[in-house]
């Protein structure tokens, strides 16, 4: 694959550089397809279920390789443009009326977005980390519009006609709930990775990292039930790893007996977001449910 003209790869031993945090729990596979995307000067796109660490990734990344990050957060009536900069002309009409700075100097006025000073600080050989959070929540034309723009590495500020030019590609990691299908030509210029459910040795791992002195037995019969909970059918919305890791938190709190887990589900509301739900679980006997994922 070849670079756009002028931009900067990462270093050749990339490959190698990132493998997790001591609080971010990574597979292989995830380790290899985020390096391989910094490799190549590729923005990565992130899905998965909610809760499994999509947005975290990127400050894991950030800080694994000891860069700064910044976060753009994607909303219905975001567009490209906001990225790059705004232009405060509020501001300035009330300098004019009431103020006393001189509202020729329209630099001032000028606030660069996060994609925009992601570009301006990769111009001064910085590089960052630059998260764009559910960019599926956009417009269906968003992702093209910041397809030029990430291609281009580059933009100019009208008001003021000063050229931002990017020498070094940001690490930009794209999130998406899937909640729209994006454009084929966006998808093509992106590595993908979809980050799947934890399994029950990496839940375990990533468990303790957030609850290092959790006791054996109650580690184990939590998980234990909420994996049966998570292959309850006609649920609305299974529990996530960040909503385990609360409901344990919950469980030590209380200083429940692991062994009256086996017949019950405390703090319910913990896990489960929706009556119907809760009602499911309610009429399930889990004991009766094998212990599988």
Known sequence: MTLPTGIAPWAPDTLARWNGTPTYIADEAL?????????????????????????????????????EMLTWH????TRAQDGLYLYDTVARLNDA?????????????????PLGE????????ERVVLLIDEIDKADLEFP???????DAMRFRIAETGREVVAHLRPIVIITSNAEKELPDAFLRRCVFHYIDFPSEELLTRICRVHHPDIDDKLLTAALRQFIKIRTLAELRKRP???????????????????EKLEQTVPFA????????????LART????????R
Do not use: C, M
């Open 118 to 125: 992601a570009f301006d600080r990769a111009g001064k050989d």
């Open 144 to 150: 093209n519009d910041l397809l030029h723009e990430l």
């Open 74 to 77: 994607i909303k219905s009536t």
């Open 240 to 258: 996530s790893t960040s909503e385990l890791i609360d409901w344990l938190a919950g469980l030590r709190l209380s200083g429940i007996d692991p």
């Open 31 to 67: 380790k290899s397809t985020v390096s391989v995307a910094i490799a190549l000067g590729r923005p990565l796109l992130v899905k998965g279920e909610p809760g499994t660490g999509k947005t975290l990734l990127a400050r894991a990344i950030a800080e694994g390789l000891g860069l």
């Open 269 to 280: 509301g913990v896990l489960l977001k929706q009556e119907k739900d809760t009602q499911r």
């Open 285 to 292: 006997d889990l004991s009766r449910i094998g212990n599988r």
């Open 97 to 113: 009326r009431f103020g006393d700075r001189d509202v020729r100097d329209i630099a001032q006025y000028i606030k660069l977005g």
